[in-house]
């Protein structure tokens, strides 16, 4: 077996780059370039554990393929750090609380044959997510400690990750003092015991209320292991954020795929601005980082007066005909509002509609095309929705927000290098445009360089801290202060590497 130094020798940087690529593609983690010492050390043991002679044989197995689940699971375990603890954000268990309430108040009318309830722990590292839910259903419930202790209820609770081991020590559920650092004392004698050999042990009926399983997120399917698709709360905190745009993308859409008819999506509070979330059609945000499956529309249809693929072959975009008649300026005010309106409701068809006649009106602005680069984003068109941002900024190149428009639109395209010129852009125009600090650090932190990520975490806090905590950054859909001030200090603050719950 080679030594670690000569097995790390051989994986060369285009290996290391290959293989950066393949674990984007399997697990949808993010190792960029100067990450990559990290990467080959983690092939070095996930290698010894699988029984290669070295590095270089099990990289070749993994690129060579196909890699079965089990061997893609052992890599996952040796790149994925699980720092989590009991009750950990505690606004978003406070938030989760009040939803399964809600939830609980609502079913207690129904028949006891429906009387069922599916809760779902995506990434739940080493199980203090999924206990912690465990533990709000007994406190509101008293069910004695198991589900079967009470037939009025039919309550599954599911709680999944790639890491093996990490699932290993949740099934065991023996926790140190670490992982209490966020619970109450009293919680703590009442659903735990001392364990003779150290630490404490979750109460066995408790324990017994989680069901642990295996799951990739970025496998096309969960049915196989989450059900069939009607879960009614799903948490997936502080997860989506370390995937590459493009996968976060389709883990989000396949998690909201699983939940039923108005289902409850609980993100991390630095999920929650993820533009995955924030602007997806099939979500409705209830409070921070808690949203709720929108009831199926029909789509939109589409407005005469916009061209959905323009030719390419043109010299230059085209613009609607100027109008007939020159517009007031009562009417064109009149006209923006009632189109900002029509977005803020989610009538997209008429936001559409009301922004083509805005363009109509005044062909060469900037503020209509930019809206119609928002509304195509929205619907998942990034082709059409790029083209109308380029419109925008070429119409008025010194607007910071329509630089950050196009950079959000170039990382679900997978363009995460012109997404930071474009973002770098708005800066220079805007030194304190806290969307644009926000967008590099959020970049920078996905390709592993913290010092850059840091400082511009770092400037968009001390930007937010001369503002009240309850005003709106309008250029982030309307979020507030105080919660884009949390969401910024966890990713800052964040030390985790992969899929920690």
């Not at 938030?95 to 028949?111: F, S």
């Not at 059900?227 to 389709?250: H, T």
């Not at 309850?470 to 507030?480: F, H, I, M, P």
């Amino acid at each position: 077996m080679l030594s670690p130094e000569k097995s790390r020798t051989a994986l060369s940087p285009p290996v290391l780059a290959a293989v950066a690529r393949f674990v984007v593609d399997r697990l949808g983690l993010v190792f960029a370039e100067d990450r990559h010492c990290l990467l080959a050390r983690a092939l070095e043991t996930a290698a010894a554990e699988s029984g290669f002679r070295d590095a270089g044989s099990y990289v070749v197995s993994l690129l060579d393929g196909p890699v079965p689940s089990p061997q893609l699971a052992v890599l996952a375990g040796h790149l994925t750090i699980g720092e989590t603890y009991f009750f950990r954000e505690p606004a978003g268990f406070a938030a989760l609380q009040e939803t399964l309430l809600g939830l609980l108040a609502a079913r207690r009318a129904l028949p006891r044959s429906q009387r069922q309830v599916r809760l779902w722990s995506a990434g739940c590292a080493t199980g203090e997510e999924a206990y912690s839910i465990a533990m709000l259903l007994e406190l509101e419930l008293g069910l004695g400690l198991g589900f079967a202790d009470d037939d009025q209820w039919d309550i599954s609770l599911l709680a999944t990750d790639i890491n093996e081991h990490f699932l290993g020590r949740a099934r065991r559920g023996l926790y140190r003092d670490w992982s209490f650092r966020g619970m109450e004392n009293a919680l703590k004698q009442r659903f735990f015991a001392p364990h003779p050999e150290g630490g404490f042990e979750i109460a066995p009926g408790l324990r017994r209320r989680v069901t642990f399983a295996a799951l990739n997120l970025i496998e096309a399917d969960y049915s196989p292991v989450a059900g069939a698709p009607g879960m009614d709360v799903i948490l997936c905190r502080n997860v989506l954020i370390y995937f590459e745009a493009s996968q976060a993308r389709k883990v989000a859409a396949r998690l909201i795929d699983s939940l039923g008819a108005g289902g409850i999506l609980v993100t991390g509070t630095a999920d929650a601005v993820l533009p995955c979330l924030a602007e997806h059609d099939g979500l409705e945000p209830l409070a921070p980082a808690v949203y709720r499956k929108c009831v199926a529309r029909p789509a939109p249809p589409r407005p005469r007066a916009l061209p959905l693929r323009p030719s390419t072959k043109q010299s230059a975009p085209p613009v609607y005909g100027a109008a007939t008649t020159a517009p007031g300026p009562v009417d064109m005010v009149r006209l923006e509002s009632q189109a900002r309106e029509a977005v803020r409701e989610g009538r997209q068809a008429d936001a559409m509609r009301l922004a083509g006649e805005w363009l109509e009106r005044l062909p060469t602005a900037a503020a209509p095309k930019l809206l119609l680069a928002r509304l195509h984003a929205d619907r998942g068109a990034l082709s059409e929705a790029s083209l109308w941002a380029d419109r925008a900024i070429k119409a008025d190149k010194a607007d910071p927000g329509a630089h950050c428009l196009r950079a959000s639109i170039l990382i679900e395209m997978g363009q995460r290098a012109e997404a930071a010129k474009a973002l770098s852009r708005a800066l220079y125009l805007a030194p304190d445009f806290v969307p644009a600090h926000y967008g590099l650090g959020v970049l920078a932190l996905g390709e592993g360089k913290e010092s850059r990520a840091r400082r511009h975490f770092d400037n968009a806090l001390a930007i937010l801290s001369e503002r009240a905590p309850q005003d709106t950054v309008a250029e982030l859909d309307g979020v507030s202060v105080r919660t884009l001030t949390d969401a910024i200090r966890s990713l800052r603050d964040s030390r985790l590497v992969g899929a920690a719950s």
